[in-house]
């Protein structure tokens, strides 16, 4: 029995990202819109913790090395997908300067998810392969 293919799928676009919803996360993960709901309290709780260690020490450099732009939740443009990590860093280095931009296109050389029960699925499979240099 012969059976038709599926048509192809229409690749999702920046359109695509700015016209969803305010309340959610959208990002584009193999021309596939994703969308997801803000983060739980719990999780900004943890979020928040993890960002008052994080700058003090690497991007402040007070007790700790210092020279790392920390960035929270950017939205970052690479190849063709868009994604929103929790937390993303690169060194001074790579960026002497946070750009003027709604999307880095320079990949980071570290990222970090807060996961949760809800998002740990979506964070550890889909989107980390993404953010491989």
Partial sequence: MLTMADPAKKRATYDDVLAAPEHQVAEILNGELVLHPRPAARHAVA????GAE?????YIGRNGP???VILFEPELHLNDDVLVPDVAGWRRERMPE?????GIQLSPDWVCEVLSPSTQARDSRRQAPHLRA
């Fill in 66 to 68: 210092g020279g790392w």
């Fill in 98 to 102: 946070i750009p003027d931009v709604v």
């Fill in 47 to 50: 979020h928040s913790i993890l």
């Fill in 54 to 58: 994080l700058i003090g020490q690497f």
